[in-house]
């Protein structure tokens, strides 16, 4: 089958973070694309949920909470805590 050449841009570290994971699971960035590709043929759809609706860990009141956690501990107010599980490996 002929091969063909497909240019795109994309952020610079995203394009970093991205060639990074395929190098973890052990593929090229080429190979994810046309996996993607194959399955949205296939499927006649995008292969994953895209939705309009923000991720709420971003939200600007969790943000804000996020800072003031991290402001605290920064300045010695913070808690430690323990890990206590749910008991089933007692």
Known sequence: MAQTNINIRMDEELKKSFDAFCEE???SM?????????????EQRIP????TEPDPFYAPAN???????????????G???ELIGDGADE
């Open 25 to 27: 699971v052990g593929m």
């Open 30 to 42: 080429t190979t994810a694309f046309t996996l993607f590709a194959k399955k949205t043929v296939r």
């Open 48 to 51: 994953f949920e895209i939705s």
């Open 63 to 77: 943000m804000e909470r996020l800072r003031r956690a991290a402001a605290d501990m920064d300045a010695g107010r």
């Open 79 to 81: 808690k430690a805590h």
